[in-house]
C-alpha cells in the first residue's frame, strides 16, 4: 500500500472515533461524570433534596448502591436524580419500543396507466386504489403518455379527472395533477375515519 492510501485509512478510522466521542457525549452523565459544584438532587421516591454539592450527592447514592444521574444539564442548577441508571435504561429502550410498534407507517402506493387505457382496466385500477386506501395507504396516480400520445395531455388529466371521482368515497386528492416529464401524476390519501 502507498502512504497516501495508509493515511486516508488512518484519517477515516480518526474520523469515525471522533463520532462515536460525540455520540457518547449525547448520552446522561452518571456519577463520576458530574462536574458541577452543586446539584439539586431528587432522591428514589421522587423528594426534593434541596441544592447540595455533587459530591455529597454522590456519596448519598453510593450508600444506597445507585447512580447519581444528572437528567436536566440545561438548569441552573443542574437536576440530578438517584436512581439504578441499568434499570432507568432498560425501561427507556421499552417505552421506545412501545412507540414504535404503535406507530402506523404509511406507505405510498402508485398506480400506474397509460393515456389509452380500456374501461375494464380503468376499472381494476380503481378497485385496486379503492383498496389501498380504506387499508390506510396513501396512492400516487400516474398517467403515462406513449410515443406521440404526450401531444394531447388533456386526455391525461380526463382521465384523473374520472380517477378521482371514482375514488371519491373512499380519498381525497392531495396534491391535484401535475405535469412530470412524460406522465401526469396526482397523489390521494385515505378520508380521515369519523
Request: proline share 3%; aromatic share 6%.
Amino acid at each position: 500500500m502507498s502512504a497516501d492510501v495508509i493515511s486516508a485509512l488512518i484519517f477515516c478510522f480518526l474520523y469515525e472515533c471522533l463520532e462515536v466521542l460525540d455520540i457518547s457525549k449525547q448520552e446522561l452523565q452518571i456519577n463520576e461524570e458530574i462536574r458541577d459544584k452543586e446539584v439539586l438532587l431528587i432522591d428514589v421516591d421522587g423528594k426534593k433534596l434541596g441544592v447540595i454539592s455533587a459530591r455529597e450527592a454522590q456519596k448519598m447514592a453510593y450508600d444506597k448502591d445507585l447512580d447519581l444521574v444528572k437528567i436536566a444539564p440545561q438548569a441552573k442548577p443542574p437536576v440530578c436524580r438517584i436512581l439504578d441508571y441499568g434499570k432507568y435504561c432498560f425501561e427507556q429502550a421499552k417505552r421506545e419500543k412501545e412507540a414504535r410498534k404503535n406507530q402506523k407507517i404509511v406507505e405510498i402506493k402508485e398506480i400506474r396507466m397509460f393515456s389509452a387505457i380500456d374501461t375494464h382496466d380503468f376499472n381494476t385500477k380503481v378497485n385496486q386504489a379503492v383498496k389501498f386506501l380504506k387499508s390506510g395507504d396513501k396512492i400516487k396516480v400516474s398517467v403515462r403518455f406513449r410515443k406521440r400520445a404526450i401531444a394531447h395531455p388533456q386526455l391525461g388529466e380526463e382521465l384523473l379527472e374520472r380517477f378521482k371521482e371514482a375514488c371519491a368515497e373512499a380519498g381525497v386528492v392531495d396534491k391535484p395533477a401535475k405535469m412530470e416529464g412524460r406522465s401526469i401524476v396526482m397523489f390521494m390519501s385515505p378520508k380521515a375515519s369519523k
